[in-house]
């Protein structure tokens, strides 16, 4: 399995709504990611986690929390979310000493 | 410092023409450069990648030329495909940690037929 799987693949939520984004590897790699991808924008980091603790927090709000489960799985959960927020939102993962990056295909995330 | 800055924004070449996009970073402590390529609804997808202390790389189509002096680096896609439109990224990777990718702007490349 060469995948980093991502669902819901499209999501509209409310600004009062809580929900969460869900990321799956089975590659063994022991990086996740989540990044923030604006339209016509690269991809912009937003937390990094290594050996499931976190290890790079790029100054994002609090209304995006992270959790990593386990090595294999890595959420988004999401509160309070403004119009602004609305992106696609890729995960992606690395091991730990090399250079094999893997981006899922991302969520859409509309906040209405 | 931790800048990479990709050009042009975007690109038209005829079928069959060659590519080129070009990209220069000014943090030395970047120690590996990807290139990824990216289709509308889709995740980026690593395309090719090259080391600090290669001055080329070629993949197919696809070439990387890097000059560590310059701090430049370029994609050079030949005999370019209609299939080849699609942004692509430049991105410069550093350890704080763990690996932290720093993408250029993006490149919007349009073949056409």
């Known amino acids: 399995d060469t995948e980093v799987t991502q669902t819901p693949k499209h999501l509209v939520m409310g600004m009062t709504n809580k929900k969460s984004l869900k990321c799956e590897q089975h590659?063994?790699?022991?990086?996740m990611y989540w990044y923030k991808q604006k339209a016509k924008k690269p991809p912009e980091l937003m937390f990094v986690?290594?050996?499931?603790?976190?290890?790079i927090n790029e100054s994002v709000p609090s209304r995006f929390s992270p959790e990593c489960p386990n090595s294999s799985l890595l959420n988004l959960h999401l509160h309070a979310l403004q119009p602004e927020d609305s992106a696609l939102y890729l995960c992606?993962?690395?091991?730990?000493?090399?250079?094999?990056?893997?981006f899922g295909s991302g969520t859409r995330l509309t906040v209405v | 410092q931790q800048q990479v800055k990709q050009s042009p924004q975007s690109l038209i070449v005829q079928k069959g023409g060659i590519s080129i996009i070009n990209c220069a970073y000014e943090n030395t402590a970047f120690d590996y450069f990807p290139w990824y390529q990216q289709f509308p609804g889709k995740g980026p997808a690593l395309l090719i990648a090259i080391r600090p202390d290669v001055s080329e790389k070629k993949e197919g189509r696809f070439t990387i030329s890097f000059n560590k002096s310059a701090k430049q680096f370029s994609l050079h896609i030949m005999d370019s495909q209609p299939g080849d439109s699609a942004t692509y990224f430049c991105a410069a990777i550093i350890w704080r940690g763990a690996q932290k990718l720093v993408f250029g702007q993006g490149t919007r490349l349009t073949i056409n037929p």
């Open positions: 986690y290594s050996y499931e603790k976190l290890s």
């Open positions: 992606a993962s690395s091991q730990g000493d090399s250079y094999g990056y893997t």
């Open positions: 590659m063994g790699h022991r990086a």
